[in-house]
Every structure is written in structure tokens, then in C-alpha cells.
């Protein structure tokens, strides 16, 4: 992939470069490194929002999101 190639990354990938992300900004003891990570961390999630904003395929009603989450968790009352 060369310069302005473009590469689609979600679901497990996605997580895990967002986490590796996060452990380098909260445990690096290089300050260029931990700049890096949190100026790539913002992109990342600038961008997600962005496209679950503006991309119908990716938008999820309300009643669905939680239709997910109430079966999958056991909520003690």
C-alpha cells in the first residue's frame, strides 16, 4: 500500500489497534510516543463518529441497540 491507499479496518482489528493506542498513552514514558498515540486515538474516533453519523448501513435505531444489550446483559433490578 502506497500513500494515500485507503484501508478499511472494523470490529476486532479496529478494537485492538484503539487499545494498543490507549496502553501506549497511558503507560509509554516516551512523550513523542504518547502524543502520537493520543493524536492517532482522536483521528480513529473522530472518524468512527463521523461515518456512524453519515453512513445509514452503519446506523443502528435506538430500539435495536437496545433490544441487543437487554438480552445479552442480565439487569438486576
Known amino acids: ?3 494515500g491507499d485507503l484501508a478499511l479496518v472494523h470490529g476486532e482489528p ?17 512523550p513523542v510516543n504518547q ?5 492517532m ?3 480513529m474516533i473522530s472518524i468512527i463518529f463521523r461515518r456512524t453519523e ?4 452503519l446506523q443502528v435505531s435506538s430500539s435495536a ?4 444489550y437487554n438480552t445479552k446483559f442480565k439487569y438486576r433490578s
Open 65 to 68: 441497540y437496545r433490544s441487543h
Open 41 to 43: 486515538l482522536t483521528q
Open 14 to 30: 479496529l478494537l485492538g489497534a484503539i487499545r494498543v493506542c490507549y496502553t501506549i498513552v497511558l503507560h509509554s514514558k516516551s
Open 1 to 3: 500500500m502506497g500513500t
Open 54 to 57: 453519515t453512513d445509514p448501513d
Open 35 to 39: 502524543a502520537t498515540s493520543k493524536a
